[in-house]
């Protein structure tokens, strides 16, 4: 199984600025993914981050809105840009074992807006 | 598109009973399911995964069914203790290696003493 973890666990934000969440993965993942949990809701796939190439955003999910880097196989950043109340969410990074394909999850960053 | 349901959305027990967890799927090439636990305002953690060859997993006092044909898994959970008391949620990926998870809503559980 893949270790994960996220930083920062929590943060309360400002509208209108951005904040930067860090994967850290303690193994080499080919994909690693980014979902985001609102309030009471389900989760919703924002993009999909290969290393050594763009990465790949879900229908109503914008690379302007929403940067990501991921410079090496354990490490990727999620960007919340330009941000208001709605963004307030869990944001979790995700990795997927290419062996049987089970899928792990971070303990999230727990982003409140004001 | 794959759709996926879980009921009820809560449920609430007392301690020491047996429970079933419900998950349907709309389509049923599917590649495997998992089911997840999730405590409030924290991330998911995986229980059990079922391939989509596979009828039943187990892990202590957790068991997951999987029917492919008819669309549905359970989570069968033995002797509920309060720790138990948590969202569970259930998630499908598509066949293809690449394709991504599709996730219920979740049954929020309350196992109370």
């Known amino acids: 199984s893949a270790v994960i973890s996220q930083k920062p666990s929590r943060d309360i934000c400002q509208r209108g600025t951005s904040l930067t969440i860090q994967c850290q993965v303690d193994?080499?993942?080919?994909?690693m993914f980014w979902y985001r949990q609102q309030p009471g809701q389900s989760l919703t796939l924002i993009a999909t981050a290969n290393q050594g190439s763009e990465a790949t955003y879900e229908s109503g999910f914008v690379i302007d809105k929403f940067p990501i880097s991921r410079p090496n196989l354990t490490f990727s950043t999620l960007t919340v840009s330009n941000m208001s109340p709605e963004d307030s969410s869990i944001y979790l990074c995700?990795?997927?074992?290419?062996?049987?394909?089970?899928?792990?999850f971070g303990p999230g960053t727990r982003l409140t807006v004001t | 598109k794959q759709e996926v349901t879980q009921i009820p959305a809560a449920l609430s027990v007392p301690e020491g009973e047996n429970l079933v967890l419900n998950c349907s799927f709309t389509?049923?090439?599917?590649?495997?399911l998992q089911w997840f636990r999730q405590d409030p305002g924290k991330g998911l953690t995986s229980l059990l995964l079922?391939?989509?060859?596979?009828r039943e997993q187990t892990s202590g006092r957790l068991n997951a069914s999987l029917d492919k044909s008819s669309g549905r898994s359970t989570l069968y959970i033995a002797a509920s203790q309060p720790g138990d008391s948590a969202t569970y949620l259930c998630?499908?990926?598509?066949?293809?290696?690449?394709?991504?998870?599709?996730f219920g809503t979740g049954t929020r559980l309350q196992v109370t003493l």
């Open positions: 389509d049923s090439a599917i590649y495997n």
């Open positions: 995700s990795v997927v074992d290419r062996g049987d394909y089970e899928q792990y």
């Open positions: 079922i391939q989509s060859s596979q």
């Open positions: 193994s080499q993942v080919t994909m």
């Open positions: 998630a499908v990926r598509r066949s293809g290696t690449a394709s991504k998870l599709t």
